[in-house]
């Protein structure tokens, strides 16, 4: 008898991602996507730039687990992997610079299979493909990079591409709203890359452009590259002014959440502003305002027909998977107004939190049971950074272990992370250590995703940390406390943690440079509201180390977080 052999095969996402790439591709007349993606865009100009740049393709990342599984994919969408792949040089090194890697040990590769336009105009699907099995080091890259689609894009490709041309084109691009974005020479192919982000008001749910120009233009590049706003002098006002706008985007993403316009809107069919506000109660004039706001993010897209909801927007729907409406509502409600106290905060060292409500955070949403459920649905939003955490080495070993071994997650929440681990791995068992009425919604959760009767519950704070654990969890607590509290946390774990137990910790590290980062962000958040702060990894080690444990290794999770693995010393 033959042993069955194993197909690999994309992810369904990627797969969904890429059929409705190819479908896009196929539609589009070029005069009238140009029209879209630059609103203003018309006479005389429109069909200039629509007589020297033409559309070539969109283009998507992918992450198979391997290539044969890449292969499958694009046929699945009728696509072919013909003539083959080839190196990128601009997508890898942006990857890199974005996680802080060396670009060498990324081989991303680009290949274009053909389509053809509405008149039989050859086209491409651009895909970009890095190879991440499951379990991987590229696997939390992916995670994070499927949730932020950096580097889908709709590409324009120059005819006859001459000095003069290229500079008319990008003029033509930055005066309807265009922003200079990057770029790059691929000597693979002999081809220059000019990208751009989309104008406020574009109208496809593509927020970056391209152009490309065949052949080697780099000194126009250059000028391109220094267009970029972070290459703008610091006082630039109009930077200044962009940055200080930063909280009626907050308020914003919040009305939309309240007031449920993304179940209100549809995905595939734009509606009119007059209808959305008798769904929602509003008024049709002032609702038209906020949802130009909400196209400008990229939330929704506005076009000829009225309004439509961007996969972005998707996520502020509540029960969409992933949904990160219970943050927005956390964001633009208690602690959007105890930021409003962050020149306390930073003058005292006291929270302004605990300035504005008298008592801090976790006490306050405690005598708050909604309050308390918003707070717990605002940590889960962040959940798609454990993705690749049931894969990692530790947990997979336990899970292989012919003796049975138990997790312990101490201040687990409602169980997200475990929930996780055991449903990856059915030969473990879990604890949950919270506070009382945390643990009454853990237990709600866990047995509805059927993990229930594989976790016990206890009661209590981090002196009641069990000594039965094998794998020892503690995800997003010690960045809520100072150093102080934080080793006072450690010893307790240290003191009940057998000589053979892991202990995993997820947090932020902030980087150490100046490169951007969630865990900088988080940083001011934590001081303002809770007294923590995020750390750099050496600030983690030293707290390991004056408890009794030793940091063993880190390892990157989507948005800008880690597993740090410790061991008793």
Same mark, same amino acid.
């Given at each position: 008898m033959s042993t069955p052999t194993t197909v690999s095969l994309l992810a369904p996402d990627d797969v969904r991602r890429l059929r409705a790439t190819a479908d896009f591709v196929r539609e589009q007349e070029t005069p009238v996507l140009l029209s879209r993606v630059l609103p203003g865009l018309d006479g005389p100009e429109l069909r200039a730039v629509a007589d020297r740049c033409r559309f070539g393709h969109a283009a998507l990342l992918l992450f198979p687990a391997d290539h044969a599984a890449l292969r499958a994919g694009l046929a699945a969408c009728g696509l072919s992997d013909r003539p083959g792949s080839r190196p990128s040089v601009v997508v890898r090194d942006r990857l890199a610079a974005?996680?802080?890697?060396?670009? $060498?040990?990324?081989?991303?590769?680009?290949?274009?299979?053909?389509?053809?336009?509405?008149?039989?105009?050859?086209?491409?699907?651009?895909?970009?493909?890095?190879? $991440?099995?499951?379990?991987?080091?590229?696997? $939390?890259?992916? $995670?994070?990079?499927?949730? #932020?689609? #950096?580097?889908?894009?709709?590409?324009?490709?120059?005819?006859?591409?001459?000095?003069?041309v290229l500079r008319g084109l990008r003029a033509s691009f930055g005066r309807h709203g265009a922003v200079a974005d990057g770029g790059g020479y691929n000597p693979h192919e002999d081809g220059t890359v000019f990208y751009f982000t989309a104008p406020p008001g574009t109208g496809t749910g593509y927020r970056r452009l391209e152009l490309y120009a065949g052949g080697d233009h780099r000194d126009l590049l250059d000028e391109h590259l220094a267009a970029r706003p972070s290459a703008a002098a610091p006082g630039s006002a109009e930077t200044l002014l962009r940055l200080l706008t930063g909280a009626w985007t907050t308020q914003a993403l919040a009305t939309c959440a309240q007031l449920r316009l993304p179940e209100a809107m549809s995905p595939h069919a734009p509606l009119g502003a007059g209808r959305l506000a008798r769904e929602v109660g509003a008024q049709t004039e002032e609702l038209t305002t906020l949802l130009r706001y909400l196209a400008m993010l990229g939330v929704v897209s506005e076009e000829p027909e009225g309004f439509r909801l961007t996969t972005a927007g998707l996520l502020l729907r509540e029960g969409a998977t992933g949904s990160m409406r219970p943050l927005a509502l956390m964001y633009g409600g208690p602690f959007y107004q105890s930021f409003a106290h962050l020149t306390h905060a930073?003058?005292?060292?006291?929270?302004?939190?605990?300035?504005?409500?008298?008592?801090?955070?976790?006490?306050?949403?405690?005598?708050?049971?909604?309050?308390?459920?918003?707070?717990?649905?605002?940590?889960?939003?962040?959940?798609?950074?454990?993705?690749?955490?049931?894969?990692?080495?530790?947990?997979?070993?336990?899970?292989?272990?012919?003796?049975?071994?138990?997790?312990?997650?101490?201040?687990?929440?409602?169980?997200?992370?475990?929930?996780?681990?055991?449903?990856?791995?059915?030969?473990?068992?879990?604890v949950l250590l919270e506070r009382p009425h945390v643990v009454a919604a853990a237990r709600e959760r866990l047995a509805a995703t059927g993990v229930g009767e594989r976790c016990s519950y206890l009661v209590g704070d981090f002196a009641d940390v069990p000594s039965t654990g094998d794998v020892y969890l503690l995800s997003r607590v010690l960045h809520d406390w100072d150093d102080t509290r934080c080793r006072e946390i450690l010893r307790h774990l240290a003191g009940a943690m057998p000589s053979r137990a892991d202990l995993l910790v997820v947090e932020r590290l902030l980087p150490t440079d100046a490169t951007p980062s969630l865990a900088t962000a988080w940083d001011l958040h934590m001081l303002c509201n809770t007294g923590g702060r995020e750390r750099r990894v050496d600030a983690y080690a030293r707290l390991f180390e004056t408890s009794g444990l030793v940091l063993v290794g880190h390892r990157p999770l989507p948005f800008d977080a880690h597993v740090l693995h410790v061991r008793k010393r």
């Open positions: 974005r996680h802080g890697l060396d670009p $060498a040990d990324l081989d991303v590769r680009i290949l274009r299979p053909a389509v053809h336009g509405p008149r039989g105009e050859r086209r491409a699907v651009e895909v970009f493909s890095l190879v $991440a099995p499951p379990g991987a080091e590229p696997a $939390a890259l992916a $995670a994070h990079e499927r949730a #932020h689609d #950096h580097e889908a894009h709709l590409a324009f490709d120059v005819d006859r591409p001459d000095p003069l930073v003058r005292t060292g006291e929270p302004g939190f605990d300035h504005l409500y008298g008592q801090n955070h976790f006490d306050h949403f405690a005598r708050d049971p909604e309050l308390a459920a918003a707070f717990d649905g605002s940590m889960a939003a962040s959940s798609p950074m454990f993705d690749p955490l049931p894969a990692h080495p530790v947990l997979t070993a336990a899970a292989a272990s012919p003796a049975p071994r138990t997790v312990v997650d101490v201040a687990g929440g409602t169980g997200e992370l475990l929930g996780r681990v055991l449903a990856a791995h059915p030969s473990l068992r879990g």
